[in-house]
């Protein structure tokens, strides 16, 4: 992703995320982006919302887990922020067993995490016989049990979290599936124009299709016939209403390509928003180099 760094605004070398320090975000934002300094948030709006104040110049957000699924409350946001996409990167989540110095795997009772890493770690908590109890966040989970000192608590987060609170790993990558892996969107004010050239380019947007018959059929048989590769396609209720919903998209193409900028006709043709959130060049991960994804 290197050559996406460049977008990086002058002046802000700052990157932020949701979440406290040792976050998977934190450990994703510093992997991809190591010369710029991290900047924690309560929230994903607090962290586009660093970005939009010109507080910092990047956002790493996740999207999706191929265990857990979407990070729905993303996909609600996107639609709505001034920010554009200009990077993605998959990051491989390996989960730490964390707990205060001097705690045994034999002492301990309880497990403290976000409630998506403990149903990915079901067979460690199963094995030894936890109790396990959900926190807002992984790297929220390592603090407070760092603090508390009680060594009959341990925390399933990352080794950055392990490492930032000063807890020792008592398991490392205790995660039932291997192919546990986030994807994050970076985003930033200034759109990205990535140069084809230089590899396959993604192109994500959201619609909003007319109200007629077979209008979702329509408006998507253009990527079909044009030879578009659609990765992720997902719909989402508009203001709770069960009669429309918005769709998100993830192509493969640059919106100038022709088949691509056809297939774009034909769906604004039968919708009645068209957004472009993005495109940037794709990680990767996506032509199977799965190492890529760290």
Do not use: W
Request: charged share 20%; glycine share 8%.
């Amino acid at each position: 992703m290197s050559q996406d760094k460049k977008t990086s605004p002058g002046g802000q070398n700052i990157i932020a995320f949701q979440g406290v320090p040792g976050a998977y975000s934190d450990l994703a934002a510093r992997k991809v982006y190591p010369e710029m300094e991290t900047l924690p948030c309560p929230s994903f709006e607090d962290a586009l919302e660093a970005v939009e104040k010109g507080r910092a110049g990047l956002a790493m957000i996740p999207v999706e887990n191929s265990v857990a699924g979407r990070v729905a409350e993303i996909h609600q946001i996107l639609p709505h922020t001034a920010l554009h996409i200009v990077a993605e990167h998959f990051h491989r989540v390996n989960h730490q067993l964390l707990a205060p110095k001097g705690a045994t795997i034999e002492g301990l009772k309880r497990v403290y995490s976000h409630v998506h890493a403990l149903s990915q770690c079901r067979k460690l908590i199963r094995e030894l016989g936890l109790d396990p109890i959900i926190s807002a966040d992984t790297a929220g989970a390592a603090a407070e049990v760092a603090e508390r000192g009680n060594l009959q608590e341990a925390a399933i987060a990352s080794k950055l979290a392990g490492e930032t609170y000063g807890l020792e790993i008592l398991r490392s990558n205790i995660e039932d599936a291997e192919h546990n892996t986030t994807r994050f969107l970076v985003m930033a004010r200034d759109p990205f124009d990535p140069d084809p050239v230089k590899g396959k380019i993604m192109t994500s947007l959201v619609f909003y299709v007319r109200n007629v018959p077979a209008a979702v059929y329509k408006a998507l048989g253009g990527f079909a016939t044009n030879g578009v590769n659609m990765t992720r396609l997902e719909s989402f209720m508009i203001d709770g209403s069960f009669a429309q919903a918005q769709f998100y998209m993830d192509i493969e193409g640059h919106p100038t390509e022709e088949n691509v900028r056809l297939a774009l006709e034909d769906l604004n043709f039968y919708s009645r928003e068209v957004k472009i959130l993005g495109v940037y060049h794709a990680h990767p991960f996506r032509q199977g180099k799965e190492n890529a994804a760290e």
